[in-house]
C-alpha cells in the first residue's frame, strides 16, 4: 500500500510518503522551532497557524520528492494525538480531506505508537520487545508484544526526558529545545564534575522522575553564577546528561531483566542524545540484547514513522470515520482498535 502520511502534533509540520509501512520514498520536515525559540517554547497557537502554512507545502514536497502523484497514493494517514489539539487538526483536516477527494482510506494514528514504530523502517525488528521512548512529552518503558499491544511498564511521574533537557537548558540560558545544544556541550564537558541526583534510582519501580533534577541545576546555578559559561557550562551540561542517562540505561535494563525479553527499542527525540546511544549500546552489550535505535532523523518528530501503524492498521481494514484530535492518548489504549473500536 503506498501511503501519504502527515505529521502536526506539537511544533514540526511533516509529510512522507511510504511503501508497504517499510520503505520510505520520501520524507519532508518543516521546523518551527526557530518561531517558537523566541518565545523559549511552544506557543499552542502560533503551532496551529505555522501548520496550515507549511501542510500543503509539504505534502507537495513529500510527493514530489517521491516521484509520485496524488492519484497513485492508496491510503492517508495523520497524526491523531497525543499532541496540541489545534495543531494535531490542521493535519487530520488535511488528510481527510485529500482522502475524501481521492476516494481512499484514511487513519488517524498515535503519535507514541509512530515513535515506537519507527525502527521497522530500517529493519525488521521481532516481537516481543522492550520499548523505551522518549520525547518532549513521553517516558515510557513498554512490553510490545505486537503492533498494537503495548503494556506500560513504567513512566514519568513528572517532567518526560525531552522537558527535562529542555528546562535546564532554559536556565542555563540556551534557547529552546535545548536539549540537542546539551548535547553538543556536553561532548566538551567533565560527566563527573558536578554532582546531580539520580531520582528513583534504586526505588524498585520502573518508573522516572526529572523535575529534582532540574531543581538541582538551578540550585547549582544560584550557588555558582558562573556555572552557566565556558567550560563550566560544558561540565554541568556533561553533569546533567550524565545523571539523566544513568537513569534511562539503569531502569531500561530492569526492565529487560524483570520482563526476560532479549530485544529493545529506544524511540522519540531525546534517542537523538549522543550519551544516550553509547550508553544504550554498551548496556545492551553487557546485557547481551539486541539494540534498535532509528537513526536520528527518524527519532526526531518526522512522518515516515506513522508510515508502520499507518499500513498496518489499515491493512487490517481499520478505518477512522470522523478523526477527533486526542491529545492524551495512552498507548494501552491501541488494544481497543485491535478489538474492532478506538
Ligand atoms: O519526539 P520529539 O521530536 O517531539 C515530541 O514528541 O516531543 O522530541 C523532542 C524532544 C525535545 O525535548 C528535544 O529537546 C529533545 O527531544 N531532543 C534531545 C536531543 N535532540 C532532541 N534531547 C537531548 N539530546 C538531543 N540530542
Ligand atoms: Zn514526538
Redesign the pocket.
Same mark, same amino acid.
Given at each position: 500500500m503506498l501511503l501519504l502520511t502527515i505529521e502536526s502534533?506539537?511544533d #514540526?509540520t511533516a509529510a512522507a510518503v511510504v511503501r508497504d509501512g517499510r520503505i520510505v520514498l520520501s520524507s519532508i520536515v518543516a521546523s518551527q522551532a526557530a518561531v517558537h525559540a523566541e518565545y523559549g517554547g511552544v506557543v499552542p497557537e502560533i503551532a496551529s497557524r505555522k501548520h496550515m502554512e507549511a501542510v500543503s507545502v509539504v505534502v507537495d514536497q513529500a510527493l514530489e520528492q517521491a516521484g509520485v502523484s496524488l492519484d497513485a497514493i492508496e491510503g492517508v494517514a495523520a497524526t491523531q494525538g497525543p /499532541?496540541l489539539v489545534g495543531a494535531l487538526l490542521v493535519g487530520i483536516c488535511t488528510a481527510r480531506a485529500l482522502a475524501w477527494a481521492k476516494g481512499v482510506p484514511v487513519v488517524g494514528v498515535n503519535?507514541i505508537e509512530s515513535?515506537l514504530l519507527a525502527a521497522f523502517l530500517e529493519q525488521p525488528v521481532e516481537f516481543p520487545f522492550v520499548a523505551l521512548v522518549?520525547? /518532549? %512529552?513521553?517516558t515510557h518503558l513498554y512490553l510490545v508484544e505486537g503492533v498494537g499491544r503495548y503494556r506500560t511498564l513504567g513512566q514519568t511521574v513528572d517532567d $518526560? $526526558? %525531552? #522537558?527535562a533537557?529542555?528546562k535546564s $537548558?532554559k536556565l542555563l540560558g540556551l534557547p529552546y529545545? @535545548? @536539549?540537542?545544544l546539551?548535547?553538543r556541550l556536553a561532548a566538551e564537558g567533565d560527566p563527573a564534575a558536578v554532582k546531580l541526583p539520580r531520582p528513583l534510582l534504586h526505588d524498585g519501580t520502573l518508573d522516572f522522575s526529572f523535575s529534582g533534577l532540574k531543581t538541582a541545576v538551578l540550585t547549582h546555578l544560584r550557588h555558582h553564577p558562573d556555572a552557566a559559561e565556558g567550560q563550566a557550562l560544558n561540565d554541568l551540561c556533561a553533569s546533567f546528561?550524565a545523571a539523566v542517562c544513568e537513569v534511562l540505561v539503569h531502569k531500561t535494563r530492569a526492565a529487560l531483566r524483570e520482563t526476560g525479553v532479549r530485544r529493545l527499542v529506544v524511540a @522519540? /527525540?531525546?534517542a537523538?542524545?549522543?550519551g544516550?546511544r553509547r550508553e544504550m549500546a554498551a548496556m545492551a552489550d553487557t546485557e547481551g540484547v539486541i539494540l534498535h535505535i532509528p537513526s536520528?532523523a527518524l527519532? $526526531?518528530?518526522n512522518a515516515a514513522m506513522l508510515g508502520v501503524p499507518g499500513d498496518f492498521y489499515l491493512s487490517a481494514g481499520y478505518r477512522s470515520g470522523t478523526i477527533d484530535a486526542i491529545p492524551t492518548w495512552p498507548l494501552d489504549a491501541m488494544a481497543a482498535r485491535l478489538a474492532g473500536g478506538g
Open positions: 502534533s506539537c #514540526e /499532541g503519535h515513535h522518549v520525547s /518532549g %512529552g513521553h $518526560a $526526558a %525531552g #522537558e533537557f529542555d $537548558a529545545p @535545548g @536539549g540537542v546539551i548535547d546528561q @522519540g /527525540g531525546v537523538c542524545n549522543s544516550l536520528p527519532c $526526531a518528530d
